[in-house]
């Protein structure tokens, strides 16, 4: 009995907790305990996961933080943390019973001070000239005069009142608007979607695409401006198709758009300076260079006009450049008709050579020889297998006689066809034709008249036409046995 009413031993009659319970009240304390808090320190490892969640720490000199983001959470931090940047967190405390730790679950993300603004800025902009984003090369030559002109920015600021009053002195043009927050967490998602979606646009469609675009803003502050130099609008502001220019902030402001924009502007107002030329002054330039072409034009005809004139005068007369071929022409038609004569003497005389041989009378007094020399044969050999080379023999001869006879009928037809239009050119070319052509021929007392001063020395003239002749001045003498009897023309001079 003394056993069971002797005490307990010490601290047998604490509870006790299993390890999940442990682990969910020390969770249940460090978020009632805390709650909502911000920590400041510097981004130690960052590790993004497979799954989209990111990983990293927050250290100081002496102690560690494990911070978590959730890839819902990423999208609206204002700033992505980098390792060695110096930020302030706003979170929630909680811890991870399956390892027994603690850590911070983080959705705000700012920078710590304006040093450590400058200094991630010029750590993005050392990786982003690092690739290549701001060399010359990559970088679109403006649009001359473009048509519709985009423009990034704040609607309900004095900005876009600035770049329209401005266009619209200078150059009016069509204008298409992209509202965005130009300031704050909103600013960097919202200016990369509106480049983009300019980008995306159809050219010629009914919402038509922009020939250049212009992202503008105010002054303000590093903080202000921030929303810029985020990494995401300078790469969309590279990849952008649409020749780009940045006015952003006053002229002292730099933000990393400025180092991958196609032009930078110091103002909004000097953006669309940039833009458009002056109407007017493109209006004086064309009526002067049109003034100026035509002055060359004009210059041109005149020296050509002058070359033309000089190179005339060195050239010879028409007269003289067919003074040489009018005088060959009057040798080839004298010598043309005895040449036509003798060509067809020529041929003539080869035509009855040919004929000789082609004879049919010859062609019958061969065959009659052969025949009588076959029948002399055939008494001393046997009648049949000659009889039948006879026959075929006699046969062939047959179609050789009549293939012969239809060549020889052929060849001269042929030859009396060439031989009539040799004759009927020798008509052509003899002066008869000229006659009929209105021309005359004069003779005086059987010779041919060419000169006036030969007409009046004699009494008489003999004229010839194309239908006959007549005799002037008393009767004429019967021309002398010289004149050529085949009609042969007479010397160029003697037809009028």
Request: glycine fraction near 8%.
């Amino acid at each position: 009995m003394s056993d069971l009413l002797d005490d307990p031993l010490p601290g047998q009659n604490m509870p006790e907790f299993t390890v999940s319970e442990i682990a969910g009240e020390v969770k249940r304390t460090l978020e009632g305990t805390f709650g909502r808090i911000r920590v400041r320190g510097e981004v130690g490892r960052v590790f993004k996961a497979r799954s989209g969640h990111l990983y990293y720490d927050v250290k100081d000199d002496r102690n560690v933080l494990a911070c978590t983001t959730w890839k819902g959470q990423i999208a609206g931090l204002s700033v992505v943390p980098e390792e060695g940047l110096e930020v302030v967190i706003t979170g929630r405390l909680t811890a991870f019973g399956a390892q027994s730790k603690y850590n911070m679950n983080v959705d705000e993300v700012a920078v710590a001070g304006q040093g450590a603004l400058m200094a991630l800025l010029e750590k993005r902009k050392k990786q982003l000239e690092a690739e290549g984003l701001f060399a010359p090369e990559r970088k679109r030559p403006l649009p001359y005069l473009p048509q519709i002109i985009g423009v990034v920015t704040s609607p309900s600021g004095a900005v876009i009142r600035d770049i329209l009053h401005r266009l619209r002195n200078r150059f009016p043009r069509k204008v298409l608007i992209w509202p965005v927050a130009v300031q704050g967490n909103a600013c960097a998602p919202e200016v990369t979607r509106a480049i983009e979606g300019f980008n995306a646009l159809t050219p010629g469609g009914a919402l038509p695409r922009p020939d250049l675009i212009i992202v503008a803003r105010g002054g303000g502050s590093i903080e202000d401006l921030w929303g810029f130099n985020e990494e995401s609008v300078a790469r969309a502001a590279a990849e952008s198709e649409i020749p780009l220019i940045s006015a952003v902030g006053h002229e002292t402001d730099t933000t990393l758009i400025d180092y991958v924009s196609d032009q930078r502007a110091p103002t909004p107002t000097a953006a669309a300076e940039l833009a458009v030329p002056v109407r007017l002054d493109l209006l004086a330039w064309t009526g002067e260079q049109g003034a100026r072409l035509s002055r060359a034009a004009s210059d041109a005809v005149q020296r050509r006009a002058q070359r033309l004139a000089d190179l005339a005068r060195a050239l010879p007369r028409p007269d003289a450049l067919l003074d040489g071929p009018r005088q060959r022409l009057d040798q080839s038609t004298e010598r043309l008709p005895n040449a036509l004569i003798r060509g067809v003497q020529n041929r003539r005389v080869k035509l009855l050579d040919m004929s000789a041989h082609l004879r049919p009378a010859t062609l019958r007094g061969i065959v009659e020889t052969r025949r009588d020399r076959w029948t002399n044969l055939s008494s001393r050999l046997s009648t049949r297998p000659l009889q039948r080379e006879i026959t075929t023999r006699t046969d062939h001869l047959q179609r050789l006689s009549e293939r012969l006879n239809a060549a020889q009928s052929l060849r001269i037809d042929r030859l009396r066809q060439q031989l009539n239009a040799t004759d009927r050119l020798r008509e052509t070319l003899s002066y008869k034709a000229t006659l009929e052509r209105g021309y005359a021929v004069v003779r005086a007392e059987g010779n041919v008249v060419t000169r006036k001063a030969q007409a009046e020395k004699h009494a008489a003239l003999q004229i010839e036409f194309a239908d006959g002749q007549i005799d002037t001045g008393g009767s004429a003498p019967k021309p002398k046995s010289k004149t050529n009897p085949k009609g042969a023309p007479p010397s160029q001079g003697s037809l009028f």
